[in-house]
């Protein structure tokens, strides 16, 4: 069968699965949805929360570059095993592949000029990609590259034309980002189908181990590592190997790529456990009964096709990451950079918790408890071996990005909502360990490093009783995240009995007050002296190196999620607060400064949708009467800054939080101070929501006269009984039941009262 042939084929069958299976949520999902602007995110093959993320790599230099693909990309460098979901920064791109004809370059050359190297254009109605499965036509060599993937394992087909110089290049020094340094490689030929080696990189992630074992299902005819022909082993820092094969019109090349953080025995472990066999269509279908199960978590009816690949997309990247990170044995490297071995444990990397504890983690809390607990162990293992909860953890090493310490809210949220299955009083110690200035137990790192990942910050919030702007950066974010986690921290010592630590961070919990200044209403920096930092403007921005964390005072100000009837306070009572509140919605959306933050963008005024601060905003207007507010303000985020194109996300996906944003939103409830157990009402976008929960109760969220026009909640009913309060509790939805909803185009500003 011809290439062209092929390729109608496949279009063939993605309309008929389109016409036929409507109802399997897997044909709802489109990966290149956020792959354009900055969403950051990957279109390539993997499994949920796979180890192995394997997709085409089309840049690797700017901050677009983060995945290794943009869409507004033209030509594709290769397929590399290794890729981050969405992220600010980039990493990873571990061990790239790429099939040629007829080219003898030895580089990948340049995105601007494919003629360069090796790489090839490609046209979008020639890549086509869903869960578990990617594929494109590489046009300039006619070869048909098709991937799939298990959770160790990457799998490619390539469709080769006739000829004489087809080729596979193992390209070892790439990286997804020109920063990232090569410290040590290996490559070895073992026999002429099958390759082992090691990729171990600094970047982002100071140490990152990937050992590979590759099996190809047909003999190289001559294979040359670095120009260099009859070596069969090569160390280095910049290792590429040419594997020349003669191939037939439409003739298929099968290759296995097992990683492994561990050892090269461990990846071929790997692979020959998970994949044994040469069944493409076989392993695809594996990946794709998967997703389906993932997927079926929440079963959802809507008018809107474009509304329901929106959000079956959004769960589809909430199930990226974290990602497991051990091998088939039981072998994981842990954060102490050693080998250990479990049988009754998952290890896990990429914590993106400064974003995902905010709606990610307590989706799962509602829809995979029992991933939750992995979760969480994983977590608590990260403290019994690197001496400290991470703040973001990739491969398997403490990366000090970000602020604040949410592994506790992640922690404790879920135990408060009745997910137990885990050792709490190491738990406890780890939060409240986490939650204090301990620079001796993070070793092994240079002082900056350190001083990232266990930030002076905490040495002042105990030492002041504040944190001085002029002492610490982005010193008002960390002192109200801060704030919020010792508020994570004071209710579960409550529940445990632990009377005088509830009084330490109950008292904790309340220092964001000391940031407040009334005479301009915003939450400020202050100096050691006490006195406020000079020339104040709640619209700047300095990306880094201001007193705020990726944002400004208009979106800074609102982050007491654990006290917003403090937070009412502060501003008077709820008139000035809704007042100002609805000044944030409806003010000019500039941002000054001369090198603002880039991740201030989705702008409602100056509420930013695109980054993670103001995600619980919205939810505000329920504390102080005006719940229609927030259901008209949820509605207009849902439906203009979350839509079924490629650039359909406004922000960096943030490895899931992005996304599960839209999930809990469109499903009508958030979670706006993870650590208590209720949830916010706001706006459902669906006539019915089906959550099909582990305990085999299901919750369904019916939605009457439903529609885009019909934004307002009209009447709210739990099992049949009206609703007091814009609320809803999260035992409520896990003992099973239904939530009745009815839409209006207008307000009903009695619904509550």
Known sequence: MSIKKIMIALIFLLFVNMCYTEDKAIDLVDPFIGTAFHGH??????????????????REEGWDACSGYHYTDNSIAGF????????????????????????????????????????????????????????????DYDILAELTATQHVGMHRYTFPKSDNSRIVIDLEHVTQKGQKNTELQIEIINNNTIQGLKKTKGWAPEHYVYFYAKFSKEFEKVSINNKDGISKLKGKDIKAYLNFSTEKDEQIFVK?????????????????ELPEWDFDKIRFNAEKQWQEQLGKITVQGKNKADLTTFYTALYHSSLAPNIYMD?????????????????????????????????????????????????????????????????????????TMIGYHAVSVIIDAYMKGITDFDIEKA??????????????????????RDAVMPKAKLYNQKFGFIPADLENESVSKALEYAYDDWCIAQ?????????????????????????????????????DGFWVKDFNPKFSQHRRDQYTEGNAWQWTWYVPHNVSGLIELFGGQENFITKLDSLFSIDSKIEGGHASPDISGMIGQYAQGNEPSHHIP??????????????????????????????????????QMSAWYVMSAMGIYSVAPGETRYAIGRPLFDEVILNLENGNKFVIECENNSHANKYIQSVK?????????FIDHFDIVIGGELDFVMGDKPNYNLFK
């Not at 580089?107 to 494919?114: A, I, M, Q, S």
């Not at 739990?718 to 814009?726: M, R």
Request: with cysteine.
């Open 718 to 726: 739990l099992n049949g009984n009206d609703l007091q309060e814009p």
């Open 619 to 656: 939810y505000l207007y329920n504390y102080v009467g005006e719940h229609w507010k927030t259901q008209a303000t949820v509605d207009s985020i849902l439906t203009t800054l979350y839509t079924d194109q490629p650039d359909g996300l406004c922000g960096n996906e943030d490895c899931g």
């Open 492 to 528: 579960l010592a409550k529940k445990l009995g632990k009377t005088s630590d509830y009084k330490i961070y109950i008292e904790r919990s309340e220092r964001y007050k000391k940031y407040f200044d009334a005479s301009v209403g915003f939450m400020r920096g202050k100096n050691e």
């Open 80 to 139: 590399s095993h290794t890729h981050l979901s969405g992220t600010g920064i980039g990493d990873y791109g571990d061990i790239l592949l790429m099939p040629t004809v007829n080219n003898d370059q030895k580089t990948k050359g340049d995105n601007k000029n494919p003629d360069s190297g090796f790489r090839s254009r490609f046209s979008k109605e020639n890549e086509h990609a869903s869960p578990g499965y990617y594929s494109v036509l590489l046009e």
């Open 328 to 400: 088939v044995d039981g072998q994981f490297k842990a954060m102490d950079n050693k080998v250990h071995q479990s049988q009754d444990f998952t290890n896990y990397t990429v914590f993106s918790i400064w974003d995902t504890y905010r709606a990610l983690h307590p989706l799962y809390t509602i829809i995979d408890q029992e991933r939750s607990t992995e979760f969480i162990e994983a977590l608590i293992n990260a403290y019994e071996t690197g001496g400290s909860l991470p703040k973001w953890a990739l491969a398997g090493n403490y990366t000090g």
């Open 257 to 273: 790529v097992g990683i492994s953080a561990i050892s090269m025995e461990g990846a071929k472990l790997n692979l020959e456990t």
């Open 41 to 58: 995110t990957y279109p390539g093959a993997t499994v949920p929360f796979g180890g192995v993320q394997l997709s085409p790599d089309t």
């Open 428 to 449: 406890y110690e780890a939060c409240v360990h986490f939650s204090n200035y301990n620079p001796d137990d993070v070793k092994g790192y240079n002082q900056a490093f």
